[in-house]
């Protein structure tokens, strides 16, 4: 049975994503004083008393305003309506009804979804009867919170399961999450368009404007019966590049999303070419011990020959070589070509990360190495490999104990490496190799 999805809607600055953060206590959705921080819709997952409820974070809802981002936000909210078992319709307990909480009011109600009108900024016993000024947006079922506090959020949320119907029902059990593929890159590389191609719906807004994603926004979708967590982040700016705070949480929350990932998708522009940013994001990708696929988008903006592809290729391991361990793929998210791979080399990615290789496969592995060739002696000892063993996945760790760890020099290592990823198929994957003391 699938998770209740509850959908929060209102106008901008009533408090939205700090309730949204507060039931899944953790700061999910950035929250700042200034209007129309939350874009896209946001999907967080919380329990309570054993149920497993899908909260979705909107942005503020104005009516008629045709602004490309308002414009945008309010088809974000109105999908999030449509999906939704029940609405959480937000408005600001401080401050009289507006003409647009009466157009969203109307909105809801011609929904037919089950709805909960929250009067939020609630914070004290005396505030509680600002509920009565609401009752003119005729939705019948009214409560107090204060979000900011968490007041009263716990009997909201008991009054969630009860419109829902699941008291007394037994709690179903969590289910498994599967591989968690976070698409990362600079802003305006088609982080978005790739999201919504993949999941072949609009589930993100996609702007010319650089910045237009602010939040990390997770998705779901079934390949081949298996679960994949997808998500879509802001683009990263170099440090000195960022100028506001909104940005700064912005770059922290897509830093956090490649920490939780276990493969991410490094984007870059194809008609940009490959940077410095892009080289520090792969580079902060595989010092975490993530997966990585690296793609080309906009592949379909780039005036072609028969070798442009290959020559492209040649030109990125030499500006960095760690990249041919590495699958590279060449897309359009705007066209869908070869979109339809970018899944399945993902997958591919993810298991052999989550792979133990047997101890046994590894020694037979290093004596097939040594005789192949030995460690070169240094300054005058020869150096032993004697054992070698798997200690970690994701990302791998192997050890391998000899009698001068320190002495064995930084050629052989990566001839190991070369050779443990070819033996073993783990292109995608990082791996560590320790030299140990017998």
């Known amino acids: 049975m699938a998770n209740p999805v509850i959908a929060i809607v209102g106008r901008p600055n009533v408090g939205k994503s700090t309730f949204f953060n507060r039931v899944l206590k953790q700061k999910k959705a950035i929250v700042d004083a200034q209007e129309g921080i939350t874009r896209d819709r946001i999907y967080g997952e919380m329990d309570w008393v054993g149920h497993h409820l899908t909260f979705i974070d909107t942005g503020g809802y104005i009516p008629e305003d045709v602004d490309i981002f308002n414009s945008a936000v309010r088809k974000q909210a109105q999908a999030a309506i449509a999906e939704a078992d029940l609405i959480l319709f937000m408005v600001d307990g401080r401050e009289d009804p507006t003409a647009s909480d009466k157009t969203l009011a109307q909105f809801v109600r011609e929904s037919g979804k089950k709805a909960i009108m929250v009067v939020n900024k609630c914070d004290d016993l005396e505030s509680d009867v600002q509920v009565h000024g609401f009752h003119e947006l005729a939705i019948d079922s009214i409560h107090p919170v204060s979000a900011l506090t968490g007041r009263l959020s716990g009997d909201l949320l008991d009054l969630i399961l009860e419109q829902l119907n699941l008291e007394g029902v037994k709690p179903q059990e969590k289910t498994e999450e599967g591989m968690r593929l976070a698409i990362v890159g600079m802003p ?183 005789n192949q060739q030995s460690p070169p002696a240094t300054q005058g000892k020869a150096i032993n490999l004697k054992y070698m063993t798997q200690v970690n996945t994701g990302p791998h760790l192997f050890v391998i104990f000899t009698n001068y760890p320190k002495l064995v020099v930084q050629s052989y290592k990566r001839f190991i490496d070369n050779q443990l990823r070819e033996k073993f198929d783990l292109l995608g994957v990082p791996i560590r190799i320790s030299f140990r003391k017998k």
């Open 188 to 370: 305006n590389v088609g982080k978005s368009s790739l999201t919504n191609a993949l999941l072949q719906k609009e589930q993100t807004i996609v702007t010319p404007i650089a910045g237009t994603t602010r939040d990390s926004i997770d998705s779901f979708l079934k390949y081949y019966g298996k679960t994949i967590t997808l998500v879509d982040t802001a683009g990263l700016r170099k440090r000195s590049k960022v100028s506001d705070s909104i940005e700064f949480y912005s770059n922290v929350r897509t830093q956090r999303a490649i920490l939780n990932s276990d493969v991410s998708l490094v984007l870059i522009d194809a008609e940009k070419g490959f940077s410095k940013q892009d080289k520090s994001i792969v580079d902060y990708v595989i010092k975490k011990g993530k997966g990585l696929v690296f793609i080309v988008n906009k592949w379909d903006l780039v005036a072609k020959e028969s070798h442009t592809m290959k020559e492209f290729t040649d030109e990125i391991a030499y500006q960095f070589k760690a990249l041919a361990h590495y699958p590279i793929l060449f897309i359009s998210a705007f066209t869908k070509q070869r979109v339809s791979k970018v899944l399945g080399v993902a997958q591919k990615v993810y298991e052999a990360r989550q792979n133990t290789i047997a101890t046994s496969d590894l020694n037979k592995f290093l004596q097939d190495l040594l």
